[in-house]
C-alpha cells in the first residue's frame, strides 16, 4: 500500500524556516520523483518544488526560488523540503505527492511541477507564518 505523510508543519515568525519531512511507504524513492505542494485558504493547490529521481535534478515555482531547497534520502525513504525566509503568503497547507507511469513522463510531471499530475497524495501539514 502505497502512502505518502507529511510533518514538521507549524506557527513560524516572518523570516524564520522550517524544514518539512515526506516519509514514503509501499514504494521506492529510488524510482519515483517527489513533489510539493501547497493550498491557501480559497486558493487553487500549485506546485511549489519537485526532485527527480533518476539525476536528483531540481525544480523551483519562482516564488521560492532561493529560500526553498528540496532534498531526498533514499536510504531513508524521505525527501525534505528546507523552507527559509518564510513570508507570510507562504501560510498554506503542504502536501507531498508523487506521480506514476512510465519514466519519461513521471520526469516531465516532475519538472512542471504539476498537480495534475501526481497520483499519490499526502494527507498535507500547515505551515502558517505569522507574526
Same mark, same amino acid.
Given at each position: !500500500?502505497?502512502?505518502?505523510? =507529511?510533518?514538521? *508543519?507549524?506557527?513560524v515568525?516572518?523570516?524564520?524556516?522550517?524544514?518539512?519531512?515526506?516519509?514514503?511507504? *509501499?514504494?521506492?524513492? &529510488?524510482?519515483?520523483?517527489? *513533489?510539493?505542494?501547497?493550498?491557501?485558504?480559497? +486558493?487553487?493547490? =500549485?506546485?511549489?518544488?519537485?526532485?527527480?529521481?533518476?539525476?536528483?535534478? +531540481?525544480?523551483?515555482?519562482?516564488?521560492?526560488? *532561493?529560500?526553498?531547497?528540496?532534498?531526498? &534520502?533514499?536510504?531513508?525513504?524521505?525527501?525534505?523540503?528546507?523552507?527559509n525566509?518564510? +513570508?507570510?503568503?507562504?501560510?498554506?497547507?503542504?502536501?507531498?505527492?508523487?506521480?506514476?507511469?512510465?519514466?519519461?513522463t513521471? !520526469?516531465?510531471?516532475?519538472?512542471?511541477?504539476?498537480?495534475?499530475?501526481? &497520483?499519490?497524495?499526502? +494527507?498535507g501539514?500547515?505551515?502558517?507564518?505569522?507574526?
Amino acid at each position: !500500500q502505497v502512502q505518502l505523510v =507529511e510533518s514538521g *508543519g507549524g506557527l513560524v515568525q516572518p523570516g524564520g524556516s522550517l524544514r518539512l519531512s515526506c516519509a514514503a511507504s *509501499g514504494f521506492g524513492l &529510488d524510482y519515483y520523483p517527489i *513533489g510539493w505542494f501547497r493550498q491557501a485558504p480559497g +486558493k487553487e493547490r =500549485e506546485g511549489v518544488s519537485c526532485i527527480s529521481s533518476s539525476d536528483g535534478s +531540481k525544480y523551483y515555482a519562482d516564488s521560492v526560488k *532561493g529560500r526553498f531547497t528540496i532534498s531526498r &534520502d533514499n536510504a531513508k525513504n524521505t525527501v525534505y523540503l528546507q523552507m527559509n525566509s518564510l +513570508k507570510p503568503e507562504d501560510t498554506a497547507v503542504y502536501y507531498c505527492a508523487a506521480p506514476v507511469g512510465p519514466i519519461t513522463t513521471i !520526469q516531465t510531471v516532475c519538472a512542471a511541477i504539476s498537480p495534475d499530475g501526481m &497520483d499519490y497524495w499526502g +494527507k498535507g501539514t500547515l505551515v502558517t507564518v505569522s507574526s
